[in-house]
């Protein structure tokens, strides 16, 4: 199994769910219903740690928005994109644009 040295409590609900389409061989597009830099920045980290066989696409949201919630995301190159190397997800977000948290957990 992919990621099978990690322990299941340890996985996303995002990377069982891709594991599982690799385990069945399945490619998959790797997307979320819509978001911006945040979610690109989790759509790239996902992309690059699926197997090549089984990544049909993955998406870049940040692209068709606007405004930018977070820099360091990444971009579209060449219809290629890639996750930054920097620690979490490589971004920072911008939280004048984001404004309040609308939950803070303690």
Not at 58 to 86: I, K
Request: charged share 20%; net charge negative; aromatic share 4%.
């Amino acid at each position: 199994l992919v990621g099978s040295e990690m322990c299941i409590r340890d996985r996303t609900k995002a990377a069982m769910a891709r594991d599982l389409g690799v385990n069945l061989g399945i490619a998959m597009t790797l997307e979320d219903s819509w978001g911006g830099d945040v979610t690109t920045a989790a759509i790239a980290h996902l992309a690059h740690s699926t197997p090549t066989d089984y990544l049909f696409t993955a998406t870049d949201f940040n692209s068709y928005v606007t405004v930018s919630t977070a820099d360091g995301a990444p971009q579209r190159h060449n219809g290629r994109m890639a996750a930054s190397t920097e620690p979490g997800l490589g971004i920072a977000p911008k939280m004048d644009v984001l404004g309040d948290p609308v939950l803070d957990i303690s």
